[in-house]
Antibody, heavy 121, light 108 residues
């Protein structure tokens, strides 16, 4: 059974840092691109970042570029999101998701249950 | 950047048909994917590549894509279909995934 489990969320002050983790199981992790997607509670979905299967290439939404860093450890089936210089508007539920399909037509499945990040003074 | 526009809500009586639109410039040149999100849960893929269904998704849910509009159709609507639905594409120009604004399906 394919499973994704996020952890690391919590309350942090503006300007602070947090590192999210996503533990993958039930599939060959190193074969797949992986993504982080966030959702302000009660609002829509916003794609945040993705990383290629080998970890060489990464891409970011403009809203987090230069502040967030995605990485992965294929030996431990772990995906990470290092979040620095956090802002109040980064408050959201952060989901990790497996990317599937062809490179330029890809979609997400499955998703983890998410971890809540709250940025507040 | 590429923008996908969805209606905020669609109301439908049980047994009727709900149509959720996703508008984007020349969206028919892209592959559109749809997700269902029930309250307090993670999104679940319900349609991919415009009209394919993952295993376990009922045939009542179907997708189409033409011109500037992609559509998710839910036939014979049930109470359990009440959820938020999001469309998604890959934007080659920005090298970003893009989500629609989301549509809440309300079963009357």
């Amino acid at each position: 059974q394919v499973r994704l489990l996020e952890s690391g969320g919590g309350l942090v002050k503006p300007g602070g840092s947090l590192r999210l983790s996503c533990a993958a199981s039930g599939f060959t992790f190193s074969d797949y691109y992986m993504d982080w997607i966030r959702q302000v509670p009660g609002k829509g979905l916003e794609w945040v970042s993705y990383i290629t299967n080998g970890g060489r290439d990464t891409y970011y939404a403009d809203s987090v570029k230069g502040r967030f860093t995605i990485s992965r450890d294929n030996t431990k089936n772990l995906l990470f999101l290092q979040m620095n210089s956090l802002r109040v508007e980064d408050t959201a539920i952060y989901f990790c998701a497996r990317e599937r399909g062809d490179r330029y037509t890809s979609y997400f499945g499955p998703w983890g249950r998410g971890t809540l990040v709250t940025v507040s003074s | 950047s590429y923008v996908l526009t969805q209606p905020p809500s669609v109301s439908v009586a049980p047994g009727q048909t709900a149509r959720i639109t996703c508008r984007g410039e020349n969206i028919d040149s892209k592959s559109v994917h749809w997700y269902q999100q029930r309250p307090g849960q993670a999104p679940v893929l319900v349609v991919y590549y415009d009209s394919d269904r993952p295993s376990g998704i009922p045939e009542r849910l179907s997708g189409s894509n033409s011109g500037n509009t992609a559509t998710l159709t839910i036939s014979r609507v049930e109470a359990g279909d009440e959820a938020d639905y999001y469309c998604q594409v890959w934007d080659t120009n920005s090298v970003h995934h893009v989500f629609g604004s989301g549509t809440k399906v309300i079963v009357l």
